[in-house]
């Protein structure tokens, strides 16, 4: 199928910096690209999600940005806190239905006190 | 809103055997079910998505009459995995689409870890 890249696969940030996390797709009839945050031994939550529409989203400290024509999306989280430690998986939609999704291979973010 | 619950959530069985794993959407009517496995720190690798009243899609790879998928009702879907072998230990992680949500967004079951010995 198609793939779905994400970098770095680790990532460790002091509390108050800035985390960011891209992912690119393959799929040029993808248009839906949400990010999932897992943390240890608990299921994925989806924590924000962008259309290809739509260039940039944000939700308090949290941002997605999409471009379209390289086909890569980017996770930003500002002001990063402990608790915002947890594994971070990108996704994209397989085709348009805006239904199947593919996994990047996920980003394990650790924030240090 | 939007729970998605997974049964059980550890089995241990013996190579050979079968094991069948369910996915339920506890307050809302899911047409759309996928399954998912997932490796130890490693991604979702979807399996198949189940349609209430269908037949399962399956991706690429993954062989349907060993991984049989029932999507009976609009809150009910089962994962039974035939003959089970050592190497189809993995965690096995359900989701549910809403049509409540916007954006088709999943909600996912808490997983069921499978061990064959």
């Known amino acids: 199928g198609e793939n779905v890249e994400q970098h770095p696969s680790t990532l460790s940030v002091q509390e108050g910096d800035s985390a960011v996390i891209k992912c690119t797709y393959s799929?040029?009839?993808?248009?839906?690209f949400p990010w999932y945050k897992q943390e240890l031994g608990k299921r994925p939550q989806l924590i924000i999600d962008?259309?290809?529409?739509?260039g940039e989203k944000k939700d308090q400290r949290i941002a997605v940005t999409l471009n379209k024509t390289a086909k890569h999306f980017s996770l930003h989280i500002t002001e990063t806190q402990p608790e915002d430690s947890a594994v971070y998986f990108c996704a994209a939609s397989i085709g348009d239905s805006g239904y199947a999704l593919n996994f990047g291979k996920g980003t394990s973010l650790l924030v240090t006190p | 809103g939007a729970v998605v619950s997974q049964h059980p959530s550890r089995v241990i069985c013996k190579s050979g055997t079968s094991v069948k794993i369910e996915c339920r959407s506890l307050d809302f009517q899911a047409t759309t079910m996928f399954w998912y496995r997932q490796f130890p720190k490693k991604s979702l690798m979807l399996m198949a998505t189940?349609?209430?009243?269908?037949?399962?899609?399956?991706e690429q790879g993954v062989e349907k009459d060993k991984f049989l998928i029932n999507h009976a009702s609009l809150t009910l879907s089962t994962l039974t995995v035939t003959s089970a072998h050592p190497e189809d230990s993995s965690f096995y992680i359900c989701s549910a689409i809403s049509g409540r949500a916007p954006n088709n967004e999943q909600f996912f079951g808490p997983g069921t870890r499978l061990t064959v010995l």
């Open positions: 962008i259309r290809s529409n739509v």
């Open positions: 189940s349609n209430e009243g269908s037949k399962a899609t399956y």
């Open positions: 799929d040029s009839a993808s248009n839906y």
